[in-house]
């Protein structure tokens, strides 16, 4: 009626129309959604019960033995990590407790052991602080108060002129420590960082945060846009040509296109890279495995394909879809959904519907045997599921169900919740003790014997992920919020139209032989060594 708020509401709509959406629109939820949502709130409430009774003020609880762990420098990460899932679950007076508990930190020092991961503390502490400031509509101050001082003290990793900041600090003497990092400890600092810069008005957490991962962009990489996995933060170059979206590298690939999202940036270095590393990947790393038609994309080192996943890398079928959607790409939304498919697959397959640390596969140019050959009992599984597990434990880990999360709200097919449902009763089946909810050691075993330790991203990812999988799609909305590697979602501005440049290949930077340097650190305990597997010169 009155004609200039229509005007300016069809403007709106004209222009959130033409915005790159991630969601699908009308998504309705079945009557099964809400026991489902219900059962994920009991499975929460259950864990941090059991949190507050044996471990409160501790960072993680070990629920068989009933008592706790300060791995995260003590600082009661539990707590901090859980902080934003209670307010989107609507668990009031647990938010207020862990918001009380959180303005008390001492973040001058660690309380155990001296040094401070750059990396962990960033995903987590400061992640955690920021979004629950934001999710409780600021009404609480002190909660970024404790987000700077986390800040000015991560800054002191980024030594003289350097661009990539070392992996660990001494909080106490601010001295930083451990010269050889890696891209995800070095290029997943942005979100975090550029929040804190939106809020404080300082502009140089941003600023040492975006100049690693341009930094990293910028270098010759083993194939165009896939950046090696060791860095040395002294020299500046890689250690290695290792390249996967694994362990060690994997969150430097999911910021590169969530920072240009978060911060609609008209520098395209950053998804124009990100779609550089995903058009690599379908050329170079992509494979289809000789039984069952999944697909995975194989980690590569010396020009030779490892036909190795892991559930870290199954983060990339949640990436590739946002990306894809962010690029009006649906080549790349097609491919990240068989992603997503192949890593549930690595559930379904298990005895206890849970997936394991790490698997392999055979396709039509070889295997992976992690240095043994593929045992009869290996290759009869293989037979059977279209993938074998090479390291059988399952430590809560959240990546397969956060990429189903993504599949469910970008397409609203319900086969996507069924996942999650059944992903619920494994849970409540296999996990759960009386001193809260426990690791497996075996995923497919179900006789096998729990292992004694909780992670603070099963609060902070696994149940926030599957929950809001069963909620109200308009509550966080991939549209509106981006989320960081340890699922604390963060307020995005409106979408632009595109990300990246029309012709977004970047053309490469360097040559394709890797550059030789030291061995790499170990990236995982349960990594095994690659047996060589030659395969024929790459065809780019
Ligand atoms: C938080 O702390 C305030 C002040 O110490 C106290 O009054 C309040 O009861 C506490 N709230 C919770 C939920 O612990
Ligand atoms: C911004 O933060 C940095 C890092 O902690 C600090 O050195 C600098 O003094 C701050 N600038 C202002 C204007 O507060
Ligand atoms: C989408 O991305 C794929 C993979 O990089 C690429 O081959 C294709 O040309 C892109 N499509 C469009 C329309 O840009
Ligand atoms: C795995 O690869 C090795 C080396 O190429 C080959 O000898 C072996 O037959 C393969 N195993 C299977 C089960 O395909
Ligand atoms: C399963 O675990 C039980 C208990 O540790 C063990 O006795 C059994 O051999 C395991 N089964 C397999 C197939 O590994």
């Not at 009155?2 to 300016?8: N, T």
């Not at 990539?164 to 600090?169: A, D, L, N």
């Not at 996967?244 to 590298?249: A, I, L, P, V």
């Amino acid at each position: 009626m009155i004609s200039a708020q229509r005007i300016a509401l069809s403007l709106a709509l004209a222009g959130s129309a033409f915005a790159a959406s991630i969601q699908a629109p009308n998504i309705v939820l079945p009557a099964s959604a809400a026991a489902n949502r219900a059962a994920v709130l009991d499975i929460f409430t259950e864990s941090y019960a059991a949190y507050t009774k044996f471990a409160f003020g501790h960072d993680d609880l070990n629920p068989l033995s009933e008592t706790f762990v300060d791995d995260r420098n003590g600082w009661g990460a539990t707590i901090v990590d859980a902080m934003d899932t209670m307010h989107i679950m609507g668990l009031e007076t647990l938010f207020l407790q862990a918001v009380n508990f959180s303005s008390t930190i001492d973040f001058s020092k660690s309380q155990t052991p001296d040094t401070v991961s750059v990396f962990e503390t960033t995903i987590r502490y400061l992640g955690g602080l920021l979004s629950a400031y934001e999710q409780s509509n600021f009404q609480f101050p002190i909660l970024l108060q404790k987000a700077k001082e986390v800040g000015d003290k991560l800054v002191f990793a980024w030594v003289g002129s350097n661009d990539i900041p070392f992996g660990e600090i001494v909080f106490a003497t601010n001295t930083p420590q451990i010269a050889t990092s890696n891209i995800a400890e070095a290029g997943t600092l942005t979100l975090e960082m550029e929040t804190l810069t939106k809020y404080t008005g300082n502009q140089t957490y941003a600023n040492f945060a975006l100049k690693a991962v341009e930094h990293i962009a910028n270098l010759p990489a083993p194939l165009p846009g896939l950046a090696a996995q060791g860095i040395d933060p002294t020299s500046g170059e890689f250690v290695g040509g290792y390249v996967t979206w694994g362990g060690g590298s994997d969150s430097y690939f999911e910021y590169l296109i969530k920072h240009a999202r978060l911060s609609n940036t008209n520098n395209n270095l950053f998804a124009d890279t990100w779609h550089t590393a995903v058009d690599s990947s379908i050329k170079v790393l992509k494979r289809t495995s000789t039984v069952g038609n999944h697909v995975y994309l194989a980690d590569f080192d010396e020009n030779t394909i490892l036909h190795i996943g892991s559930h870290l890398a199954c983060y990339n079928g949640g990436n590739w879809i946002m990306g894809g959607k962010m690029l009006n790409n649906q080549t790349i939304v097609d491919i990240a959904l068989e992603l997503v498919d192949a890593c549930w697959n690595t559930y379904a397959g298990d005895a206890t519907g849970i997936g394991p640390e790490a698997f392999a596969y055979i396709s039509s140019d070889g295997n992976f045997t992690g240095g043994d050959p593929i045992t009869p009992e290996q290759l009869a599984f293989y037979n059977k599921h279209g993938y074998y597990i090479t390291s059988s434990d399952y430590i809560q880990r959240p990546e397969v169900l956060e990429s189903n999360f993504y599949a469910f709200r970008a397409t609203g097919d319900t086969k996507y919740l069924d996942r999650a449902a059944s992903a619920v009763r494994s849970f409540n089946t296999f996990l759960k003790t009386p001193g809260g909810f426990a690791c497996l050691n075996d995923v497919n075993n179900v006789t096998a014997p729990l292992l004694d330790a909780g992670e603070s991203f099963w609060y902070a990812e696994v149940l926030k992920y599957l929950y809001l999988t069963f909620d109200d799609p308009n509550h966080i909305s991939l549209d509106d919020f981006v989320f960081n590697t340890e699922a604390h979602p963060f307020i995005a501005p409106p979408a632009k139209a595109v990300y990246g440049s029309p012709n977004s290949i970047l053309t490469p930077t360097g040559s394709f032989q890797l550059k030789q340097g030291p061995p790499l650190p170990a990236i995982s305990p349960n990594a095994k060594l690659p047996t060589p597997i030659p395969v024929p010169p790459l065809q780019l």
